[in-house]
């Protein structure tokens, strides 16, 4: 099968396409409710917070209420390495990106790179497209987004010594509290104490953990599992909602936003392809085609809001970070459709 074939192979899937729509169509909804006055400028903060507090801690725990096996497991620790990895190789190569630009400016630029709406915009569309597998890798994946964000981050923007507010904040959040609980259920269930569970459609009882609440504890999960289907549809309205209130116009007369645009929502991730196609090439760090893609989309997210909220809150250059939170999240949403494509093209080849 020639590139051709595997691109028309690729954009006539259907789920992938749908999957591609469904983001697409329901940030528009969210932008036409803005700028028709449907949604107030108060929708868009009220549905992330319904997001971030509820919506995804579901989704990150009931990732992990699957059984484990070898395969998955040595997946999920490659992932949290290179999670780890990739934050301290891109702490090092963002500066040759922003040699032109001095002080702040430099510093807020290098930040806003290094650190991406990782979980709130990309932790969704890979929720839609690759399941509760790209669910889980997205959750570990961000256990080091989120050591880095709240240290590093931090350190960088504030010019201060790390806070022990900040450690709380990296600790106490909903979804890394669901994500160690889920994980640590995952691991450890074949350790924990068992119970018999009944087969479904006449397949024979089984054991399991106790704490498998999918299987021991229904009326626990099947709510929890409704709280997680509204993570994405809540979450690209928010989007839409929050594009439809800013002056697109003003901040697109930014160069500098453009250029940082770029780097973050194509050469970032591009970075990241080249990296773990080698590691994986010579069998250093191998990863699975969900993995992968689930780091791509993941990194190919726009600003995080909360390195916008240290530029912001430190004068560190607000304006540029606040035209750049803009403009990379446009482009994100632009070439979204277009990494998954890529990434659906890299994985007919066989490599991953």
């Known amino acids: 099968m020639d590139i051709l074939e595997i691109i028309q192979t690729t954009v006539t899937d259907m789920t992938i396409i749908s999957a591609i729509t469904s983001t697409v169509f329901i940030i528009m909804l969210g932008f036409f409710c803005r700028k028709k006055g449907i949604f107030s400028a108060e929708v868009g903060k009220i549905l992330s917070k319904v997001v971030l507090t509820v919506a995804l801690p579901a989704l990150a725990f009931n990732a992990f209420m699957q059984d484990i096996d070898p395969d998955t497991l040595k997946q999920g620790m490659n992932v949290l390495i290179w999670g780890i990895a990739i934050y301290i190789i891109l702490i090092f190569i963002s500066k ?6 001095k002080g702040d400016k430099q510093d807020t630029l290098r930040v806003l790179t290094i650190f ?12 839609a497209i690759y399941g509760p597998v790209g669910v889980m890798f997205s959750s570990i994946f961000n256990i080091g987004y989120r050591i880095f964000l709240y240290s590093y981050g931090y350190i960088k923007m504030s010019g201060l ?50 704490l498998r609440i999918d299987q021991t504890a229904l009326w626990l999960f099947k709510p929890m599992t409704y709280l997680a289907g509204l993570a994405s549809p809540l979450a690209w ?21 453009w250029y940082y645009s770029v780097v973050k929502v194509i050469l970032v991730p591009a970075i990241n392809i080249v990296f773990l196609a080698i590691l ?28 916008a909220a240290y530029a912001i809150s430190f004068d560190k250059d607000a304006l540029l970070a606040s035209n750049a939170s803009l403009l990379s999240t446009v482009m994100a949403v632009i070439m979204t459709p277009v990494w998954i494509i890529i990434l659906e093209v890299i994985s007919k080849t066989g490599l991953f």
Not at 176 to 194: D, K
């Open 116 to 127: 991406g709406s990782t979980t709130f915009f990309g932790t969704p569309i890979v929720s």
């Open 96 to 101: 040759p990106f922003f040699l032109s630009y």
């Open 161 to 210: 010594k790390m806070e022990l507010k900040n450690i709380k904040t990296m600790f106490l959040n909903p979804i890394v509290i669901a994500t160690f609980a889920g994980l640590f259920i995952w691991i450890f269930q074949g350790s924990m104490p068992q119970v018999t569970v009944a087969g479904i459609d006449g397949a024979a009882a089984h054991q399991v953990a106790f």
């Open 237 to 257: 309205l928010s989007i839409g909602s929050t594009l439809g209130e800013i002056s697109f116009k003003k901040a697109a007369s930014d160069k500098t936003s």
């Open 280 to 307: 994986t090439v010579t069998n250093i760090l191998p990863v699975s085609f969900v993995a992968l893609a689930t780091i791509v989309i993941m990194m190919a997210t726009p600003t995080a809001t909360v390195a």
